[in-house]
Structures are given as structure tokens and as C-alpha cells.
């Protein structure tokens, strides 16, 4: 209502993060080099992160149409490598500790567990800010 759009163009704005989000995931493993820490990879990416949300509300007195879409591909691009790089330490860090281990078991392992806490951090985080709001 307060930049006077239809529906049909507020859904497109509300698929840009989505979008992002999808092609990052894809574009993880080749943008973030091999001899590159992942831990550093990951805080990077949380900071660029949490800078470009700050974009996306109303924080600031103007509120710009063309800004706010701008922040919505940027957290959609640094939501990507959340989820391909902590999959990726995960098996390293199994690796070296069980040298021997199952491969595809310990994937599979490592990947519901993984799933299990995005999906209830997806449930209870929208509960929690809603009872602060």
C-alpha cells in the first residue's frame, strides 16, 4: 500500500529473495575458492548478510522501492552458501575424525540433521518474533 503496487508486482518483489536464494546455492561451491577457510567464508557471509537486511525494513526516513529490492537479492545471494558451507565443514570435520566412516550414511546423517534445525529455526523463529512484536 505505501508504494502503490498491484498484487501481481508485489509477489515478483517478494520472489526475488526466493530466486537469490536458489541460484546461490548453486553458485556456492564455485564462487567460494577451495583454499579459502569456510569458517571465514561463513562469517563474511553472515555479515554481508545482516548488512544488506538492514536495507530491506524501514529503518531509514526514506523508504526507496528500488532499495529495498536491491537488499531482497543481496540476502538472497548470502542465504545460499548458509546452507552449502556448514553442510560442507560438517563433512570435513567427519572426515577427520572417522577417517573410515560411510560415506552416504554419514551424508545422509549429517544432512537430516542439518534440515531438522533450519525447519524448526523456520517454525519457532517466526513464532518468537511475532510474541516480541
Known amino acids: 500500500d505505501e508504494y502503490d503496487l498491484g498484487q501481481t508486482y508485489q509477489g515478483l518483489i517478494f520472489g526475488i529473495q526466493p530466486l537469490t536464494y536458489t541460484l546461490a ?39 526507496d522501492l528500488i532499495v529495498m529490492c536491491v537488499a531482497l537479492l543481496i540476502s538472497g545471494f548470502f542465504l545460499g552458501p548458509l546452507m552449502i558451507l556448514p553442510m560442507q565443514e560438517m563433512m570435513i570435520s ?38 516480541l512484536y
Open 25 to 63: 546455492t548453486f553458485l556456492t561451491p564455485y564462487i567460494v575458492p577451495s583454499w579459502f577457510e569456510r569458517r571465514g567464508a561463513l562469517i563474511i557471509n553472515l555479515f554481508l548478510l545482516g548488512t544488506s537486511q538492514l536495507f530491506i525494513g524501514p529503518f531509514y526516513t526514506d523508504k
Open 94 to 131: 567427519t572426515k577427520l575424525k572417522y577417517p573410515d566412516y560411510d560415506f552416504e550414511h554419514a551424508t545422509n546423517l549429517l544432512s537430516g540433521l542439518m534440515n531438522s534445525a533450519v525447519g524448526v529455526g523456520q517454525a519457532i523463529g517466526p513464532i518468537f518474533g511475532a510474541s
